[in-house]
């Protein structure tokens, strides 16, 4: 991990030591053990408009050892023994590989692998680590690129460099990969553009409007992963590029994931700092462009409807913003969404011609 | 039929008006009196008889009912030994009917040489009491004359009413297998037993006696029945197995040997050696006579007028309250009772209406006792908790009854399904027509969910429970002659339900603390399921030794238990069952028992 706050591996495992050894001493003491860990979710965050992510705010989680806690206490406690495990061996095992490790530990085995995702997450944030620290790795894509972008990787074997040119997969793309701490990069575009749906990514490859707009393109394929977030930070940070984020014109688009991808998330608050890429604007469907556009649209159902109020309330992000603020009560206001794709009904290719170049033209129809 | 031939008469009648006799002459000729005998030859399903299998049992009710009231009549604890004999051809069962004959019947093992291997479903019921016997004249008259009895004209509980069971049941043996019932009575050591072989003359209504000679008997005194029949043996639901059960739950008194057919004996201990308290022949009460009745006592009364009448024919009606009702029927207290006409007894019926009259006396009611009910549950039923509950006498009509209900809950009992009903009235189990008794309305309408037992909306709760309702009454509102479901009286139901409701309030506090201590129990276990799993992390993170994962594991077991309270007082409370007592014992369990007692 870069930055101040990186840690060495072996501080990794000392640190799980330290907290077994917490609850060691106080079971020796004859106390009901604990274990602490910030609590993981949108209202202990705060927004931190300075460096433009969610931080934790100090609310803590104590998990004592009760008969309602019992199963997860122990799996915990297993689960940061296997990590002990992983990184003292200097191996990893994916989310999955985890969740069917645990199959050996009878009765304290988890049912399903959310559980045993959820038993991860907790061991981060007590630690205060990304879970690839821990030696765990996800399953997940990380995302597909295309465009002006050489990715400077090594041969896993030999260690050599290699070089990544991402203007020669054709109508292919090139695959983020699960970690990205090693890659760097050549590049001269003018910005990245991070698209949600495969799609519309799909469409702008095959019709080259990196070339055209001299840009990366990213396609993140609903909510970012890990790994896709971190290696647009990395890409933007690196390069000294803005990132545009062209998304639908609905909650799920604004709140989910370029909220996410700008700032972090309530579950993830502890390594958001790292997994955040603050220099993203947001240049996709707005209720104004549903309205400028005449959009052919689609009714709000009830769970979007709740999701904006629920952004509303609860969101730092949102609330920080009176742009979105409006934005999102406007939508309210007119019961419907639009997707990407609804720029179609102008034109197959309306959207490179005449959409995003007006949009990345014109700041004031950006929201923040 | 009657209808019929009455059309074909007015037919006739007009048609033919030139004959010379009256057609009247001609059909008088075919009409004649109708035997009850005959008469029950045509409809033995009004009695019980429907079929092969009920009537099997309703054979071995009437007996044993018989047999019960004879011996508490007599104070004498009832002994009784029954035996059902398969008379049919399998040759197997045969085989084994002669060995449980050993095993049972310590005298006169006449073995049954007239077994002819061509009939199916053919049994012999025998049933043998330490009753008071009977005379040597009445003999024929009581098992072979139908209507003939001591219980019919009196009001007090008893467990038969009619006098029709125990002949219905000889007759219903004659006309399917075409033999005599047989007889043997003894009343005292001092005279012989004497041995009757009897018939009825279905046209007469009158014994036929077969056979009739002196016997010796090693028995001091009690009587032998043996009666073959068409049957049909089963166990499970309406067997006798069940009923001699729940015989025996609610007469805890009497001690019942049973071999089955497959010459499996039973043996239905008593639980007390005390007989129920004898119940008092009573009045009738004058809410309960209606006017055909009321005409019929004033034809019959030896008072003299009619305000005596009242007074002395009567329960709970004083010289007062007799001339209040005259009051209130505007007749003459002085008049004769021979002499008032069907106006003024409809009157008198009306005016006791209006008057207000004490309910009637309840000594002649002799419930079971919740404490003996309790007993005959714990001696029948492998549960964990019991229940009974009395209910101080209540009035129907005039008729006073007492409802007694019980609970026997947990234990070996069925946990899945519907909770067991066993239904009794004056000690005798009912086991058919659940649906259309009030009891089974009643307990229906409780809300069990309040006394934490599950239940559907309107229909019996449900869990490992047997509830038990017994209604004591002189007189027991039948829904039907073959005497099989209680007939829905407000009164009645209202009692059933105070008294099952009193039965689930203490249900209630055992069910909720047994759940309670489930549910801890439950998380104990969960708790300690995964203190090794705890125990071994630790050990794998910071590398101790096995003593230290023991150590860790105790400790943490100590920790939870200070925070929990020690697991002492959860052990289930095991009930008062006694396993002696309930040795409801097979073959083997009874010969063992037997060998000790040797």
């Not at chain 1, 949108?42 to 806690?69: C, I």
């Not at chain 1, 396609?219 to 803005?242: H, N, Q, W």
């Not at chain 2, 035996?83 to 095993?103: A, W």
């Not at chain 2, 004898?278 to 030896?302: D, Q």
Request: aromatic share 6%; net charge positive.
């Amino acid at each position: 991990m870069p930055g101040k706050k990186k840690r060495k591996k072996s501080d990794v495992s000392s640190e799980i030591k330290k907290v077994a050894k917490g609850v060691y001493s106080k079971i020796l003491k004859k106390k009901q053990p604990e274990l602490e860990s910030p609590l993981r979710s949108l209202s202990n965050v705060e927004y931190n408009s300075d460096d433009g992510y969610f931080e934790l705010s100090g609310k803590t989680k104590k998990r004592t050892l009760t008969a309602a806690s019992a199963k997860t206490f122990a799996q915990i406690l297993r689960m940061m023994s296997l990590s002990k495990n992983l990184i003292e061996k200097d191996d990893i095992a994916s989310k999955r590989e985890a969740y069917y490790i645990s199959k050996n530990w009878d009765e304290a085995r988890f049912k399903e692998q959310p559980e045993s995702d959820s038993a991860m997450d907790d061991i981060e944030a007590m630690m205060m680590v990304n879970r690839e620290q821990l030696g765990f790795i996800p399953e997940e894509k990380g995302g597909e690129v295309a465009g002006k972008l050489k990715v400077i990787d090594k041969d896993p074997d030999t260690g050599k460099q290699l070089k990544i040119d991402c203007t020669k997969f054709g109508s292919g793309a090139y695959s983020i990969p699960i970690s990205v701490e090693h890659l760097k990069f050549e590049t001269k575009a003018k910005f990245v553009l991070a698209i949600e749906t495969a799609g519309m990514f799909q469409r702008l490859v095959k019709h080259k409007y990196w070339k055209k707009a001299n840009c990366i393109l990213v396609s993140m394929g609903g909510v970012p992963t890990r790994a896709c977030r971190r290696f647009i930070r990395k890409l933007s940070e690196d390069k000294k590029i803005p990132v545009y984020v062209f998304t639908d014109g609905d909650p799920y688009g604004y709140g989910s994931i370029y909220r996410t991808l700008k700032v972090g998330s309530g579950n993830a608050a502890h390594i958001n700092e790292f997994f955040c890429v603050p220099n993203a604007h947001f240049i996709g469907i707005t209720p104004q462009d549903i309205e400028e556009y005449k959009l052919p649209t689609h009714p709000l159902k009830d769970v979007d409807i709740k999701k904006i109020k629920d952004l509303l309330k609860n969101d730092p992000f949102i609330q920080h913003h009176a742009k979105w603020k409006k934005a999102l009560k406007k939508l309210k206001a007119m019961k419907v969404r639009a997707e990407q794709q609804a720029l179609a009904k102008h034109g197959l290719n309306f959207v490179i011609s005449d959409y995003l170049p007006k949009k990345i033209k014109n700041r004031k129809t950006w929201l923040p | 039929m009657a209808k019929k031939k009455g059309k074909k008469r007015q037919t006739k009648k007009s048609t033919n008006s030139n004959k010379k006799r009256p057609i009247a002459h001609e059909l008088a000729k075919k009409q004649r009196e109708i035997s009850v005998a005959e008469f029950f030859e045509k409809n033995r399903h009004l009695l019980g008889f429907d079929n092969p299998k009920k009537a099997l049992l309703t054979t071995v009710k009437e007996a044993v009912d018989n047999a019960l009231d004879a011996c508490e009549e007599a104070k004498i604890l009832p002994e009784i030994n029954l035996q059902i004999v398969d008379l049919s051809s399998k040759p197997e069962v045969k085989k084994e009917v002669e060995e449980g004959q050993t095993v049972l019947v310590t005298e006169e093992t006449e073995k049954p040489e007239d077994i002819k291997p061509k009939y199916e479903d053919r049994y012999r019921v025998i049933i043998e009491d330490n009753g008071p016997g009977i005379v040597k004249k009445q003999i024929p008259n009581i098992f072979a004359k139908l209507l003939y009895g001591s219980k019919f004209h009196t009001l007090k509980q008893n467990r038969g009413q009619q006098g029709i069971g125990i002949s219905a049941a000889a007759l219903y043996g004659q006309l399917t297998t075409g033999k005599p019932v047989r007889i043997t009575s003894k009343i005292s050591p001092k005279s012989p037993a004497h041995y009757y072989e009897l018939k009825i003359d279905t046209q007469k209504n009158k014994p036929e006696i077969i056979k009739e000679k002196k016997v010796e008997w090693n028995k001091e005194h009690g009587t032998k029945i043996e009666i073959d029949l068409e049957g049909k043996y089963q166990s499970g639901g309406k067997s006798v197995d069940r009923y001699l059960k729940q015989t025996a739950i609610a007469n805890p008194h009497v001690t019942i040997i049973y071999a089955s057919p497959q010459a499996k004996q039973m043996v239905f201990p008593s639980a007390v050696k005390e007989l129920p308290e004898e119940s008092k022949e009573i009045k009738p009460h004058p809410l309960g006579v209606e006017l055909g009745r009321m005409i019929k006592m004033l034809n019959i009364t030896k008072a003299r007028t009619v305000a005596s009448f009242l007074h002395s024919d009567f329960s709970r009606v004083g010289s007062g309250t007799a001339k209040k009702i005259c009051e209130n029927a505007s007749v003459p207290p002085k008049t004769k009772p021979k002499k008032a006409t069907r106006e003024m007894a409809e009157r008198i019926v009306h005016g006791i209406k209006k008057t207000r009259i004490m309910n009637p006396p309840t000594n002649c009611i002799s419930p079971i006792g919740a404490e003996a009910l309790e007993k005959g549950l714990k001696k029948e039923i492998k549960a964990e908790f019991y229940a009974a509950v009395t209910r101080s006498p209540a009035v129907y009509r005039g008729n006073p009854f007492v409802i007694e209900a019980g609970v026997a809950y947990g234990g070996e009992q069925n946990p899945e399904g519907k909770s067991k009903v066993l239904r009794f009235a004056n000690r005798v189990p009912l086991l058919y027509q659940p649906g259309g008794c009030a009891v089974t309305q009643s307990i229906s309408e409780t809300n069990w969910r309040s006394y934490g037992l599950s239940q559907s909306r309107g229909s019996l709760p449900q869990g490992p429970c047997t509830i038990v309702v017994h209604i004591a009454s002189v007189w027991v509102p039948f829904t039907s002659e073959s005497k099989e479901a209680i007939a829905h009286y407000p009164e009645i139901v209202k009692e059933i339900k105070l008294a099952v409701q009193e039965c689930g309030r203490k249900l209630s506090s055992y069910v909720r603390k047994k759940k309670k201590i489930v549910a801890e129990k439950k998380k104990r276990d969960y708790i300690e399921t995964y203190i090794p799993h705890i125990g071994d992390a630790l050990k794998e993170l910071l590398s101790l030794k096995v003593k230290d994962k023991k150590k860790v594991e105790k400790l943490l077991k100590k920790i939870l238990e200070k925070k929990r309270g020690k697991l002492k007082n959860i052990k289930v409370h095991k009930a008062d069952f006694d396993e002696n007592l309930a040795l409801e014992g097979d073959k083997k369990n009874a010969r063992k028992k037997e060998k000790k007692e040797e």
